[in-house]
């Protein structure tokens, strides 16, 4: 049960992985889903379970966390599909905290033994660092839209399809696989982004030009 299991997530993440590694921009509703599910499954599994990566609680067979955050993924896909806005801000959000939350994998073990702080004091520092990661997520996704999103959906293509393919990260083959990765889910999304502006330049362009020429007639008439 637990290879089929295996299986499964394996072939998910690595769809999913390249779905969002190469549209994750445009797809805001699957881009949201996917990272609240992720996002959600690996706080879980952090502060809760007590492992490293959401993949282990489907392992742990721990399906009440799991279907927490399938739920979280369900509400992201319900609220990238209604509120765009609020998508987007919510994905800067995500992203800046689940990063900071790498960091406090990382650190964790630092903060409790070596400088001899509790458990309770780590949670809240960790839990602290979650909300200023997030704020700065949020503050970046609405300061550059569209830029923000490419990068933040090449990352998480990227560790999807590590995940799904279980790369080891320590070889230089996965490292070499990740930068190709990560170039190639930039270029084509930029490239993608860069095409949606030319084909605005025109509309804009004859915008401006119907607002001037308002205002030059505006003048005549005041002269009358």
């Given amino acids: 049960m637990e290879f089929v299991l295996n299986l499964i997530w394996a072939i998910v993440s690595i769809g999913l992985g390249f779905y969002t590694l190469l549209f994750g921009r445009k797809v805001l509703w699957a881009t949201l889903g996917i990272m609240a599910l992720i996002a959600t499954a690996r706080l879980l599994a952090v502060f809760v379970a007590g492992v ?3 993949r282990q609680l489907i392992e742990l067979e721990a399906w009440d966390l799991v279907g927490i955050a399938f739920a979280a993924g369900a509400l992201g896909v319900i609220l990238g599909k209604f509120k765009q806005g609020i998508a987007v801000s919510v994905i800067g959000f995500i992203a800046g905290a ?5 960091f406090y994998e990382i650190s964790s073990h630092l903060i409790i033994v070596v ?8 949670l809240g520092i960790g839990l602290l660092s979650l909300l200023f990661g997030g704020l700065i997520g949020l503050w970046l ?3 550059y839209r569209d830029e923000i999103l490419i990068i933040v959906t090449m990352l998480v293509g990227v560790q999807l399809i590590q995940d799904g393919f279980r790369l080891d990260s320590k070889s230089s083959l996965t490292a070499i696989i990740i930068i190709t990765l990560a170039l190639v889910g930039v270029l084509v999304q930029y490239a993608d982004y860069l095409r949606e502006m030319e084909s605005k330049a025109p509309l804009i362009g004859s915008q401006q030009a119907d607002s001037t020429l308002a205002f030059f007639q505006s003048l005549e008439i005041d002269e009358e």
């Fill in 52 to 54: 490293d990566s959401g």
């Fill in 98 to 102: 689940d990063i900071i939350l790498w």
């Fill in 141 to 143: 996704v609405r300061k």
């Fill in 115 to 122: 400088a001899r702080l509790s458990e309770q004091i780590a």
